[in-house]
């Protein structure tokens, strides 16, 4: 439904939907790029990097594309280091408009290599020794398929089930992969997006037909959608107000309608629909902030 939709208003009002990434061809016979953006948490970016350690991949198709914030720090330098005997990784320190996810994705993108690309979060924690490979046949075997969502859980989960928050095949940059040719065609990214750039990209994936497939043989674990405060559902609130230039402007109240749709949850006496709640309000308010000109939103 919500794709006829999106495709439907797209005839009517057509617009641009390229993202700001110009992403250079795969080269060097690299067959997967794990692009992975972080700043600090070295201690999450270990789990990613010990799970990458242990597939079964061939070194010699594979590379880890690190981009940290802010322009690196030692301790992320050195994590890379401690790692690169076992893993073909690529330490890449943000070079400007630090803070901006959707320009950290774009960066390490256009210095990706590999024909079909994964996007990682740093706290992102796969379950097989064969995730990678099998995620590699997968593509070769489903021409057809432009991106492959894993089966993804939330790792408090383990703890106490009442905390699997997710919807197990939801398309974002905690782990999802792409043909590169789409990535392209689309243009990565919209760079000056704070958050969520990942699901701004799914609108115009959507929009532009793309297909992709659910992996259920394929598992992740990755921390439940967990709202302390305001400040990030803002940023992201923010970031999505900047579509009106870009977006028909009855495109763009949909997609801020269907971002803050859970904000009414916030009344319900229940932890996961509070959470689910609280990033609503968040996000209106940065919406809201943003249409009075009130900057300096970003993740905390």
Known sequence: MRERVLQ?????????????CTVPAASDGMTLSCVINFYGRINLLEGI?????????????????????????????????????KLPIRYLPLDANFGRMGYSRNFGLAHSRGKY?????????LQQGDFLSKLVDVFESIPEADALVPHGA??????????????????TSRCTAYRRSVLAELGGFVSNFIGQEDVEFVVRFTIAGKKYRQVPELHYFHPPL????????MAVGYSFSMLK??????????????CARHAPLY???VRRFREMGR????????????LFKKEGFKYS
């Open 49 to 85: 990097l010990y799970s990458l350690q242990d597939q079964d991949i061939s070194r010699d198709r594979l590379e880890i594309v690190l981009v940290e914030d802010q322009g690196g720090t030692e301790a992320g330098r050195l994590a890379a280091e401690q790692f690169s005997p």
């Open 117 to 125: 690309v994964l996007f990682l979060d740093d706290d992102t924690v």
């Open 154 to 171: 939330a790792a408090y989960s383990l703890i106490d089930d009442r905390y699997d928050f997710h919807d197990p095949y939801f398309m």
């Open 267 to 269: 009344l319900l006496p």
């Open 8 to 20: 439907t208003l797209y005839r009517w009002f057509p617009f641009d939907l390229r993202g700001d």
């Open 245 to 258: 230039s870009r977006y028909p402007m009855l495109l763009w109240l949909l997609v801020v309608l269907n």
């Open 226 to 233: 967990m709202v302390p405060n305001f400040r990030k559902p």
């Open 279 to 290: 990033f609503g309000i968040g996000f209106l308010a940065g919406v809201v902030a943003a």
